[in-house]
Nanobody, 126 residues
Framework: QVQLVESGGGLAQTGGSLRLSCTPSGRSFGHSNIAWFRQAPGKEREFVAAMRWSYGTTYYGDSVKGRFTISRDKAKNTVYLQMNSLQPDDTAIYYC???????????????????WGQGTQVTVSS
């Protein structure tokens, strides 16, 4: 059963932009933390960005700060990841994740997330 539905991703050139979307299947985000993680071949999964749905507060990994923006559309029950100034090192599978507990201290750590999307490939060519 798919809990989170992702869309977006694809191929971009260095310096280009892409936008990812994430929405829960058949329910709302409630008081969750919603995050984006990514995993490149041969590397560990990396925290990219997160948002506390109830408060709208955002958090970013150091490698994407200033280039990526996480946002939400409450009416559409959707979280977005706008990725600008893309670099080849951004190439990875990107996963949307949801921590239904919504605890602040766990926002950056993948082990606290309950639901995961199927992943979407982002490839940045040099």
């Amino acid at each position: 059963q798919v809990q989170l539905v992702e869309s977006g991703g694809g191929l971009a050139q260095t310096g280009g932009s892409l936008r990812l979307s994430c929405t829960p299947s058949g329910r709302s985000f409630g008081h969750s933390n919603i995050a984006w993680f990514r995993q490149a071949p041969g590397k560990e999964r990396e925290f990219v960005a997160a948002m506390r749905w109830s408060y709208g507060t955002t958090y970013y990994g150091d490698s994407v700060k200033g280039r990526f923006t996480i946002s939400r559309d409450k009416a559409k029950n959707t979280v977005y990841l706008q990725m600008n100034s893309l670099q080849p090192d951004d190439t990875a599978i990107y996963y949307c994740a949801e921590d239904v507990g919504g605890i602040l201290s766990s926002v950056r750590y993948d082990q606290y997330y309950d639901y995961w999307g199927q992943g979407t490939q982002v490839t940045v060519s040099s």
